[in-house]
């Protein structure tokens, strides 16, 4: 399949709506700067004067559309906006569908299309991509028909067992190197890759544990396949080459963690499935 970039348009939002976010007014606050940011990290981070955040709408837990059209919700557009108000510029969301058109579009424009990410940690994606430490901590799991005869992940790995999966998504990379009998079926995005298994014809989906769950209780010929088979850590990123904003963005994120941002946004955004990720060692 030709590897296609798709950038879905952008959505500028004025530094002084940052702290107006779309979210209540109960919502999640940014940890007020315990130091200013060194004046390198800040021409890395934001080298056009807006802070370019590559948002991934293909994972929910992370991210969701607002159903009015205003600005995204979630724990990773709330990190953006606590960024861009801490160094005091506009915000733009550069939006995706999947997160493999995330690095995609990293390596075409020579890490000038965005500059931060918020993706899957995987050293497939270290080519061009620095990462910090998790800030989040979710479940890659597997559904199956009701009527299959595979009981435990275990089973799934065999000959003949089609898997279907979003391209170039954590899962995607980890069972590329995990998976030695079955074969990855591989759709454009992680919703196509749910939408294609219950057309029928594909043994197991494969995905983030809180979708696949949703999809499972709307369907009584679906089972979830009990635990999990592999732990998906999400980091915030820069293009590779931005060692200052690198430093600085690790700081962020563990005090984001620290001071429960992190811990409030999920909670916000109701997604019971992911943790915060532990303290950077």
């Known amino acids: 399949m030709r590897r296609s970039l798709i950038v879905l348009g952008c959505m500028s939002i004025a530094a002084p709506a940052l702290a107006q976010s779309s979210l209540p007014s109960s919502s999640v606050h940014a940890v007020p700067p315990s130091r200013p940011l060194p004046p390198a990290a800040r021409a890395q981070l934001a080298p056009t004067g807006t802070l370019r955040a590559a948002i991934n709408y293909g994972n929910t837990v992370l991210v969701q559309r607002d159903p009015t059209g205003n600005e995204p919700r ?63 901590v979710i479940e890659g799991i597997y559904a199956v028909p009701a009527t299959s005869t595979i009981r435990s992940n275990e089973e799934v790995d065999r000959p003949g067992v089609r898997i279907s999966v979003g391209r ?40 983030v544990g809180q979708p696949i769950r949703e999809f499972a209780a709307t369907r009584a010929d679906v089972r979830v396949l009990p635990g999990r088979f592999m732990v998906i850590e999400h980091a915030m990123a820069v293009p590779r080459g931005r060692d200052a904003a690198l430093a600085a963005l690790r700081d962020f994120v563990e ?27």
């Open 74 to 136: 979630g724990v990773s557009p709330a990190l953006a906006r606590a960024l861009a108000a801490r160094l005091g510029v506009p915000l733009t969301i550069v939006p995706f569908d999947a997160a493999g058109r995330v690095t995609e579009a990293n390596l075409a424009s020579g890490g000038n299309a965005w500059d931060i990410a918020f993706l899957a940690v995987d050293p497939v994606r270290g080519e061009g991509i620095a990462f910090t430490a998790p800030y989040v």
């Open 255 to 281: 005090e984001e963690k620290a001071f429960g941002f992190v811990a409030r946004a999920l909670a916000e955004s109701n997604q019971p499935d992911a943790a915060v990720a532990s303290p950077a060692r």
């Open 168 to 207: 170039g998504s954590a899962y995607d990379l980890f069972l590329t190197r995990a998976i030695r009998q079955a074969t990855l079926v591989r759709t454009d995005t992680s919703a196509s890759a749910i939408s294609d298994f219950a057309a029928g014809g594909i043994d197991v989906v494969a995905g």
